[in-house]
C-alpha cells in the first residue's frame, strides 16, 4: 500500500498551510549560495501544490516571504523577488491546466512594482479556477495582518457603521486577509524548527501543527501524505473531553 493510498480522503484537511523552511540550509551543505535553494524550492513548491490538488485539499497556504524577511541582505531579497515573478509568470499555465486558482495574502502595496504586476495577472488569469487555491503569503505576517485588521474595525467604528459591542471573534475573521477561508487544520513547517514565525497566528488557534526535519528543497509529494497521514491519527478536541469527540462521530 502506498502512502498515498493510506489517507482517508473523508477526514482530508480542507486547508493546510505551510511554512517552507529551510532552502539556505539547503544551498549552504552543497557549497551553493542561498539564492540556489530559494530556486530549488520551487520545485517543491509545484510538487506540493500538484499533490494537494490531486487528493483534494481545497486551500494551500503558502508562506513565501514574511514582513521580517525585508531584513535580510538586499541581493537575498531582490534575487527572492525576481525568482517570485519569474516563477508566477511560468507557473500560470500549469496553474490554468490543473484548475488552481492563485491568491496571495500579506502586503501586497509594499512588493515592487513589477512583482505586483505579475502577481495581480496571475491572480486574474486564474480567478475562475475552482480545483484548488494556492494562497501565497507575501510579506505576510500574522501580527502585520492583526494590526491592519483592528485598524480597518477601528474607522469602521469611528465612521459609525460598526458598533464596538458587535466586534465578535467571527467580525475578526471576516476582517482578516484570509476571510472567506476555512482555518488551516494542518500547519507543516520543514527544516526542523518548531516556531510559527509570524505566520497565521490567529487563524492557527486550533491547528495541527507538523514539524519535519526536511528541508524544504527535498519535501516531496510523499512527504506531504506523510504529514497528512500523521495528522489523520490525531484527535482534535478543541477543549473537550476524547468521549465527547467521539459520541460526535
Ligand atoms: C525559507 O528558507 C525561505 C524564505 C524564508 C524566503 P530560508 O531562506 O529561511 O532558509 P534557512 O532557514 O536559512 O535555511
Ligand atoms: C519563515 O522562515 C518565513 C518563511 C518561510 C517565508 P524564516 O526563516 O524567516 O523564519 P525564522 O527567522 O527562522 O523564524
Ligand atoms: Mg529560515
Not at 498551510?17 to 544551498?27: H, L, Q, T, V, Y
Not at 491546466?97 to 513589477?114: C, F, T, V
Not at 509570524?198 to 528543497?217: G, R
Amino acid at each position: 500500500m502506498s502512502l498515498k493510498d493510506k489517507i482517508d480522503i473523508k477526514n482530508l484537511p480542507q486547508h493546510i498551510a505551510i511554512i517552507m523552511d529551510g532552502n539556505g540550509r539547503w544551498a549552504k551543505m552543497r557549497g551553493k549560495h542561498r539564492v540556489f535553494g530559494h530556486e530549488q524550492g520551487v520545485i517543491s513548491v509545484r510538487e506540493t501544490a500538484e499533490a494537494a490538488a490531486e487528493i483534494g485539499v481545497k486551500f494551500l497556504t503558502l508562506y513565501a516571504f514574511s514582513t521580517e524577511n525585508w531584513k535580510r541582505p538586499a541581493t537575498e531579497v531582490e534575487a527572492l523577488m525576481k525568482l517570485l515573478v519569474q516563477t508566477i509568470h511560468q507557473e500560470t499555465k500549469t496553474l490554468t491546466d490543473n484548475d488552481i486558482r492563485l491568491k496571495a495574502i500579506g502586503d501586497l502595496d509594499s512588493l515592487d512594482e513589477n512583482c505586483r504586476k505579475e502577481l495581480i495577472e496571475a491572480m486574474n488569469t486564474t480567478a475562475s479556477n475552482k480545483r484548488m487555491d494556492l494562497v501565497l503569503a507575501l510579506s505576510y505576517s500574522g501580527r502585520w495582518e492583526l494590526t491592519e485588521t483592528f485598524k480597518a474595525l477601528a474607522n469602521k467604528v469611528r465612521s459609525g457603521i460598526l458598533n464596538p459591542d458587535d466586534i465578535t471573534q467571527e467580525v475578526i475573521s471576516n476582517n482578516l486577509n484570509t476571510a472567506g477561508m476555512p482555518e488551516p487544520e494542518l500547519l507543516i513547517r520543514t527544516s526542523g524548527e518548531c516556531r510559527i514565525s509570524n505566520f497565521l497566528i490567529w487563524q492557527s488557534a486550533y491547528t495541527e501543527l507538523y514539524f519535519t526535519s526536511k528541508l524544504w528543497p527535498d519535501f516531496r509529494k510523499e512527504d506531504l501524505y506523510e504529514a497528512i497521514i500523521d495528522y489523520q491519527q490525531r484527535e482534535r478536541r478543541f477543549g473537550k473531553v476524547s468521549e465527547q469527540i467521539k459520541s460526535c462521530r
